[in-house]
Structures are given as structure tokens and as C-alpha cells.
């Protein structure tokens, strides 16, 4: 497979960057605070999921970080130019010219990122695009295990609190990456975030859903100041056509809720729709990938190879 690409946007063009070249200026934001903003999209042989979504999303993470970058037809024509260079190759010159006998066929794993930018100059626009890891690959089939971290507020308490930017996808993921590793050493693969009263969150990179009762929820980002997961919306679309009862509604979920769950699921770009099999060393449900994620997993990994919900 081959290696990694990217491509800058230089203010009116997608350009190819060679990753051995620097691209970051030491004083820029992104470096020194972590300010900035980015996106992650799945694509599969040549075709982006969810671009549409995803770039709404990003428009509405820069609007909360007053962050001034290109318009949507820039991303697209930057996300559209690393993935051609990814998955079909490039001309000559280009980084990504012997791509396609690797990567046809292949998912990547795309990043849209902006920086802040040196004090008083342009932020630095990007693309990048990598093969996506087997083993996160393998636990759409094999599951995964978290452990419930305390996020240190109440369920609504970022929702009022702007300036901790709910909502946002930006670069600060200094937290998050500490939980990651947290979980690791406890020998899971993500981190459920929890409040103080106890009700469900979200993971460090991935929207929950749980199933109750029979049927299946998902804790609502407005309402708790959550990240606006794109792929659970999706999934949340499938699972009507799929005919799943009651497809997966958005409601407030207590942490002894998820524990009893029939089932669990941790959703995101890049993972889809991985069955949480584990909770806090103890099992989900019966412990092994149930029926309703089968079902969410599969219309999921459909749609993806298809590029579009439709």
C-alpha cells in the first residue's frame, strides 16, 4: 500500500506537499495552543462519505473558533485532490503517482485540518490522507472495549459553557489523546466520557449508542453540548431503512443504562460502527458483537462502499 499524501491549499489551488517537507512555522498557533480546527472522513476506493456533512460541520467549528478559512468549494477541491492522488495516482512528480496499484479499492483515512497560523498570518490549510489501520478495520467484526472516564462537568455543563467550544472538532486534543492513553493502559481501546451525574456522553472519538429495551439510543449532542457525530446520524438514517424498530433516536442515557444495555455501539468515521463488547471490564449485553449492531455495521459498510447514503 502505498505511503501517506498530502496536499496544501495555497489560496487558490490544491498543491501536492512532500510530508518529509516541513509545513508548520514553529509560532504557529496550531503548535504552540493547539488552535485550529480539523475534520476526519472516511473514503473507499476513490469515493469521500459524508463529505457534504462533514464540511458543514467544519464550517461550523471555524464560526466558533473565529477561525477565517476557505469556502466549501476550496475543501472540496482540496479533499477531491488527495484522494485522487491516494487512491488513483497522480501525474508525474507527484506524490501519489505509483498510488494506485496499492490503494484501488483500499479505505483511507482523510484529515481536513486548519491552523491557526503565525500571529498575524494566514492560517495553513491541509489535507491528509492515510491508509486506515487493520486492527481498527478488524473491530467492526471483533468489537471493542472502553472504560468510563469522569469528564469533570454535568451533562448539560458544556452546552453552557461556550468558551469550552461544544460542539466544535478542533485541534486541542491534548485531553482526549490523555484519556485514549488512560484506556489503554487499562488494557481497553476508548474512553467513554461520563458526567458527574451520571449520564453517558460521548468517547474521546466516537458517538455511543445503546440499546434498550430493545431499541436503540444515542445520547443528543445539542441538548448536552456534545460533538455532532456525522456518522451516527447516518447510521441513524440507515437503520429506519433497514428496519430497524424504532431506528436509533437521540435521548439522554444514564451511565447504569449503558452498563445493563442489550447491546452498545461506539460510532465514528474511521471506526464505523464498532460493538462495544466491554464496559469497564465487564461485559455489554452478552458480551459478544448482537444483532442490532450487525445490522447498523452492515448498512454502514454498504454505504460506504456505495459513497452516498442514497
Same mark, same amino acid.
Not at 15 to 30: C, I, M, Q, S
Not at 77 to 82: D, F, M, Q
Not at 165 to 178: D, Q
Given at each position: ?8 491549499? $495555497?489560496?487558490? /489551488? ?10 508548520? /512555522? ?52 482540496? @479533499? ?18 505509483? @498510488? ?6 483500499? $479505505? ?21 490522507? %492515510? ?47 490523555? @484519556?485514549?492513553?488512560?484506556? %489503554? @493502559? ?15 456522553? %460521548? ?36 437503520? %429506519? ?70
Amino acid at each position: 500500500m502505498a505511503d501517506s499524501v498530502a496536499v496544501v491549499w $495555497d489560496g487558490e /489551488r490544491a498543491v501536492p506537499h512532500d510530508l518529509a517537507t516541513p509545513l508548520l /512555522r514553529a509560532d504557529d498557533g496550531a503548535v504552540l495552543r493547539g488552535d485550529g480546527l480539523f475534520e476526519t472522513l472516511r473514503t473507499h476506493d476513490g469515493r469521500i462519505f459524508l463529505l457534504d456533512e462533514h464540511l458543514t460541520r467544519l464550517a461550523s467549528s471555524a464560526a466558533s473558533l473565529r477561525l477565517a478559512v476557505p469556502p466549501a468549494a476550496a475543501w472540496r477541491t482540496l @479533499a477531491l485532490a488527495a484522494t485522487e492522488l491516494f487512491h488513483a495516482g497522480g501525474g508525474p512528480g507527484d506524490p501519489g503517482a505509483t @498510488a494506485l496499484a496499492g490503494n484501488a479499492g483500499q $479505505d483511507g483515512r482523510l484529515r481536513l485540518a486548519a491552523t491557526r497560523g503565525p500571529a498575524g498570518g494566514a492560517p495553513v490549510v491541509y489535507a491528509l490522507l %492515510e491508509p486506515v489501520p487493520p486492527a481498527v478495520a478488524a473491530a467492526r467484526v471483533t468489537g471493542v472495549d472502553a472504560v468510563t472516564l469522569s469528564l469533570g462537568v454535568t451533562a448539560t455543563g458544556r452546552r453552557d459553557t461556550p468558551w469550552l467550544l461544544p460542539g466544535a472538532k478542533h485541534l486541542s486534543y491534548a485531553v482526549p489523546m490523555a @484519556a485514549q492513553r488512560f484506556a %489503554e @493502559a487499562a488494557g481497553a481501546t476508548e474512553a467513554v466520557w461520563v458526567s458527574v451525574d451520571g449520564e453517558v456522553l %460521548e468517547g474521546t472519538t466516537s458517538s455511543v449508542i445503546a440499546v434498550v429495551g430493545g431499541r436503540a439510543y444515542t445520547p443528543p449532542p445539542a441538548e448536552l453540548g456534545l460533538l455532532a457525530g456525522t456518522t451516527v446520524a447516518a447510521v441513524a438514517r440507515l437503520a %429506519e431503512r433497514a428496519g430497524l424498530t424504532g431506528g436509533v433516536t437521540e435521548r439522554r442515557l444514564a451511565l447504569d443504562e449503558l452498563r445493563a444495555a442489550e447491546e452498545a455501539m461506539l460510532v465514528s468515521s474511521i471506526r464505523g460502527v464498532a460493538p462495544l463488547v466491554r464496559l469497564d471490564g465487564r461485559p455489554v449485553g452478552t458480551g459478544a458483537v448482537g444483532p442490532v449492531g450487525v445490522t447498523l455495521r452492515d448498512a454502514l459498510e454498504l454505504a460506504v462502499r456505495r459513497g452516498a447514503l442514497d
